[in-house]
């Protein structure tokens, strides 16, 4: 794990999955016989109500079948496995690949890259749309995996398919304008004819976290195909699966199955193989990692995009609808229990209606359902790790030693599964509590109240991060003008972080240590391609010609420049 608890790590080891140790309480206790203890019924008696269990389960829906069928083309001789964050148990043997089956999948992918690249974008478009159509018409067979693999709610689940989804349609339908050629004004008007084209990059080496396994592998990788690139990716072993489904339902689409390699491993024998094999490099994880990543991008001078940590703020003006950011803040804190890179960790709250909106946002917060079926109805699952469940625990516990209040939540629920925490809100944090300056990455939120609004924005913007914002109040314009002045790469008005993100024709991505580069509209496209001039030149050379000496010659070029300049020419 890095400093930020965030992703999986390329260059040092995966999180520990749910059955590499006993399962953690808040104070590192192991349950008492038969699996609780009494503290463990209390926390059940007096904590967040429990959702209606499920009667599927895991060998329901990973068949032996399914799972050949998914893993059939990974290269890799070891083995691995990953483990359901609900209850522990193990969901499946994966094959585990090598620094040379690296290398084997970046030359297959670059043989099929070639083909690839020479079908015209149109048809190539094509393909992403009948994923999109295929996507919608079979995703309850990948919510099952995504709600195994990461502990999520269906309802969190089904943000991944909503968002991949607009990607698929947002680029099936503009990857055409985006990358057709575009005609300049050449240095000599008329007499220059310059072209502007769009060459895909050629292989794109993807390392995918375990957070949002649908959204960040193959939401991403599809702009880079329709680019016409090929794609060896590296999702986390943890949430391996649901990035292998998404493959298998892009080449029933009709994309060349050679196209999408996907390796499996521990993130420091093939995350560094694959940043050292591609020609441009897409990573989401933590901000540590990510300078690895860059630095070492760097050396081989390839580009790369960095989607790294944060710490999100908030701000409730005095003027907000207090009953609305309520429910808003309740989604946007504990979103796939806020192991999401967008969600908001510092909650910034007008001293005049501080009291009232805590009353309403915790009375909402108590009240959210866990669980851990396979259906609809809890409103909060599980962390997906020990480490993580250890992360959150060390947060809290050590905020409280030192004089935080617990409003609401603040304590494990191995009552429920292993690795449930409930949602929880602080207040009275303060520096230098690990929970004020570092990302929590889960259920945790700290409350802090302000008098003026320019003292809200400063302390918004004093982190180091700088990735999404939010803003509440009944007054657009007012919002609008805070929103320019908070130092992040998006921030919603009246919500949490959805309407941002969806609005894919918009770019989103982080300032500072959240990252480098983009995802979605233009830059998510054009950042997988290399801008080529070509430049046409007729009738005359751009030298002396027609008898004109040098000096004749400049003179001419003199006066042109400042003809130019005058019909304002461009």
């Not at 943890?238 to 998404?246: F, G």
């Not at 491993?265 to 020609?279: F, I, K, S, T």
């Not at 999100?312 to 806020?338: I, P, Q, T, W």
Request: net charge neutral.
């Amino acid at each position: 794990m890095t400093d930020s608890p965030q992703e999986t790590d390329p260059q040092h080891s995966a999180p520990a999955s749910a059955g590499d140790s006993a399962p953690a309480t808040a104070g590192g206790r192991e349950p008492a016989a038969g699996g609780r203890s009494a503290a463990d019924g209390r926390a059940a008696a007096e904590g967040n109500p429990v959702a209606a269990p499920g009667t599927r389960t895991a060998a329901d829906v990973l068949t032996p079948e399914l799972l050949a069928r998914l893993t059939r083309g990974v290269l890799g001789g070891g083995r691995t496995a990953n483990h359901s964050p609900f209850t522990g148990e193990k969901l499946a043997d994966l094959p585990e690949s090598s620094p040379e089956d690296v290398a084997t999948a970046f030359e297959r992918a670059r043989d099929a890259q070639r083909a690839w690249a020479a079908t015209p974008v149109r048809r190539r478009a094509a393909v992403l749309l009948r994923f999109h159509d295929l996507l919608l018409r079979r995703h309850p067979e990948v919510l099952d995996i995504i709600q195994l693999e990461t502990g999520k709610t269906r309802l969190h689940a089904h943000e991944e398919i909503q968002g991949v989804a607009v990607a698929a349609r947002h680029y099936g339908l503009k990857a055409d304008a985006y990358l057709r050629p575009k005609r300049h004004i050449g240095v000599l008007p008329v007499l220059t004819k310059v072209t502007e084209l769009r060459q895909p990059r050629g292989v794109v080496g993807q390392i995918v976290p375990w957070n949002y396994p649908l959204e960040l592998s193959v939401g991403d990788a599809l702009p880079a195909f329709v680019a016409g690139n090929a794609v060896v990716m590296k999702p986390d072993t943890q949430t391996s699966l649901t990035a292998l489904w998404a493959r298998e339902l892009m080449i029933e689409a009709g994309l060349p199955a050679e196209v999408w390699q996907v390796v499996v491993g521990e993130g420091p024998v093939v995350g560094p193989e694959v940043v050292r094999h591609a020609d441009y490099v897409s990573f989401t994880g933590s901000t540590r990692t990510g300078r690895e990543v860059a630095r070492s991008a760097a050396a081989r001078l390839v580009g790369c995009s960095l989607e790294l940590g944060g710490k999100n703020a908030m701000l409730v003006l005095r003027d907000a609808d207090l009953d609305k950011a309520a429910a808003g803040a309740v989604r946007a804190c504990f979103a796939s229990a806020g192991q999401l890179c967008i969600s908001i960790e510092r909650l910034y709250v007008h001293e005049s209606v501080a009291d009232d909106f805590l009353a309403r946002f915790a009375a909402r917060t108590r009240a959210m359902r866990l669980g851990s079926a396979l259906a609809y109805g809890a409103e909060m699952g599980s962390l997906v790790s020990a480490r993580q469940l250890e992360n959150v625990t060390r947060h809290v516990d050590e905020a409280v030693a030192k004089g935080a209040r617990v409003v609401t939540g603040g304590r494990a629920r191995p009552d429920i599964g292993p690795l449930f925490y409930e949602p929880t809100i602080l207040e009275g944090v303060e520096a230098p509590m690990a929970v004020c300056t570092e990302e929590t990455f889960g259920p945790v939120v700290s409350v802090y109240r302000f008098t003026d609004e320019d003292e809200a924005v400063e302390r918004a913007n004093a982190t180091p991060y700088g990735l999404n914002a939010a803003v509440w109040t009944r007054d657009g314009r007012r919002g609008r003008a805070i929103a320019a002045r908070l130092r992040t790469g998006t921030v919603n008005i009246n919500e949490g972080f959805a309407a941002a993100y969806g609005s894919v024709r918009s770019p989103m991505g982080g300032m500072g240590d959240s990252g480098l580069g983009r995802r979605h509209g233009s830059e998510g496209i054009l950042k997988y391609t290399e801008a080529q001039t070509v430049a046409h030149q007729r009738v005359v050379p751009m030298a002396p010609a027609f008898g004109l000496d040098d000096e004749r010659y400049a003179a001419l070029l003199t006066r042109g420049l400042r003809a130019m300049k005058a019909l304002r020419i461009r």
